[in-house]
């Protein structure tokens, strides 16, 4: 037999993962069985490009692992960001920077572009299609979180000529925070999560600078009212809550699927990337015929949970110290003593 036909056999023999989610976590989980010639379907709701709620901003993903993806090359354009400003109702506080830079780029560009890599790739990517999760072999769910009555509201928006004293800064309020990075073409990502305030007196695009002035953010809130928006981009999510979610029992869950960490840790799209290289082993030798579908799924399951477990802890415990005016009152006051744990507060989220 000829090699190449051969080589088609041998794809043949393959079994075919599906994956419900054309987000961070499904796409590039996609592209890296692809490259082991697994048959890949990839079932997304919605279209490409557009824009989501997120922090727009990687920090704590490796070369290494965007590399084991397969995906680098997406993100030789992406801006690096180095410095970081903290601001407390307005007034910054402490200035510090990121040892390793982190990576600005946004939804609308990387989910678009993680797409066309993927079909490139020979992937199957079907749009406008809602799945629902299923519990059977070979299914893996990435459609983010799961519905619930929380109480946090998600809203972004691209926002031009806003006045910047760091590559990433992040705004704390009363109500929640907001943080403000740069991404392409010129454009600032501002992307806040705030306590659900149906009191407030604004409807769509006003919710960003209303929750913001709300929470003592004044000048932001008139720097976003006077700047320049990006047509389409703003965006809202509520009805959920943060932390460990809790897919069906049986269910391989990825991505905000599995854990959904507070956005302050700028965490969340390095933990899709990272989720997908813990799943890719198992799913490959699963594919191959190599073990039982209950058994991949379970060395995913672990690997992902070891990874993870000490930054959704610790993350658990900052967050509150953030919403909280005693909390908040003490971070003030190691800021203004220099005495702020930022590089060792990092580490514990990363």
Known sequence: MARGQTRVSIAALKQEITIAGGGLAGLSLAAALRRHEVPVVVLEAGIYPRHRVCGEF??????????????????????????????????????????????????????????????????????????RPEQRDGFVWTAGRRPRNGQWLGLKAHVRDLPMTADLEMHAGTNGYAGLAAVEDGWTNVCGLFRIDRSLPARGADLLPAYLDAGGNRELATALRNGEWRAGSFSAVAGFELGRQTPLPSLLALGDAESMIPPFTGNGMSMAFQAAECAVGPLVAWSRGGQSWQDAANSVRAAVRRKFKRRLAAAALLHPVLLNACGRTLLQNLAAAHLLPFQPMLTLIR
């Open 58 to 131: 990687i920090s704590g993903v490796t070369g290494e692992t965007l590399a084991a993806l397969g995906i680098a090359n997406l993100f030789e354009d992406a801006l690096r960001h180095r410095s970081l400003g903290w601001h407390e109702s307005g007034r910054l506080i402490h200035r510090d920077h990121f040892k390793d830079p982190a990576l600005g780029i946004s939804r609308y560009c990387l989910d678009a572009r993680l797409k066309d890599h993927l079909e490139a790739l020979g992937g199957t990517v079907r749009t406008e299609t809602r799945a």
